[in-house]
């Protein structure tokens, strides 16, 4: 079964730190997976892609087929980065995104 | 380019009762795609529709229906409402639904049932 795993549902760093959120798969193929994500009071939005491989506010995304991951990384975050997170995998034709749980990033100052 | 609107925002039923939730899609795009969130269980995939077709369908009961208009358009419907149906209906169109798109979505029907 196709599934997306997020460890983290809190992620706690000072402003300036590294941050990685983590993101797991389960999938026999080759996905799409995105992150997006929601800040306070805002609509889920796309954060960025794995078939774009670009950098989006800072942060990038590499895909591990070996290891089935896709963390998120930033090296030194930002007060307005805090928001939730969630890694999603896209398969096949249709738009099904298949969600993690997300992950909770506050950045503290 | 108007995003994805859904209407309306909030929503008070009680148990028994049927909801309907309207979407609108970002004009040009033809798939229309339905998600619940809940703190329990996040973001679940309920359905998908493109040119008025259900072309994929979440592990939901049957209670949940939608459909697609020649406009694009969409609604979901649930009925005989549950307390557990309570949550964040969120509405995402992308043009064609291909796996590399992406998907943009609205802001959210939040569904209290009492």
């Known amino acids: 079964a196709q599934r997306v795993t997020q460890p983290e549902k809190l992620l706690s760093v000072f402003k300036g730190a590294p941050v990685e959120l983590k993101c797991n798969y389960s999938?026999?193929?080759?996905?799409?997976l995105f992150w997006y994500v929601q800040y306070s009071r805002q609509r889920l939005q796309l954060l960025l892609r794995?078939?774009s491989r670009e950098s989006i506010k800072g942060f990038t995304a590499d895909l591990n087929k070996g290891e089935t991951s896709f963390h998120l990384k930033k090296p030194f975050a930002q007060e307005e980065d805090s928001a939730m997170y969630y890694c999603?995998?896209?398969?096949?034709?249709?738009?099904?995104?298949?969600f993690g749980q997300g992950t909770e990033l506050s950045v503290k100052p | 380019k108007a995003g994805v609107t859904q209407t309306p925002r909030y929503l008070i039923k009680t148990r028994g009762q049927q909801v309907t939730l309207s979407c609108s899609p970002i004009?040009?795009?033809?798939?229309v795609s339905w998600y619940q969130q809940t703190p329990g269980q996040g973001l679940q995939f309920l359905f998908e529709?493109?040119?008025?077709?259900?072309?994929n369908k979440g592990n939901f009961p049957g209670r949940f229906s939608g459909r697609q208009f020649s406009n694009s358009r969409s609604e979901m419907n649930v009925s005989t409402l549950e307390l557990g149906d309570s949550a964040l209906y969120l509405c995402?169109?992308?043009?064609?639904?291909?796996?590399?798109?992406?998907?943009?979505f609205g802001p959210g029907t939040r569904l209290l049932v009492l």
């Open positions: 995402a169109s992308s043009r064609t639904g291909t796996e590399t798109e992406t998907q943009y």
């Open positions: 999603a995998l896209k398969r096949g034709e249709g738009g099904k995104l298949i």
């Open positions: 529709y493109f040119s008025e077709t259900q072309r």
């Open positions: 004009s040009g795009h033809r798939s």
């Open positions: 999938y026999s193929g080759s996905p799409e």
């Open positions: 794995h078939i």
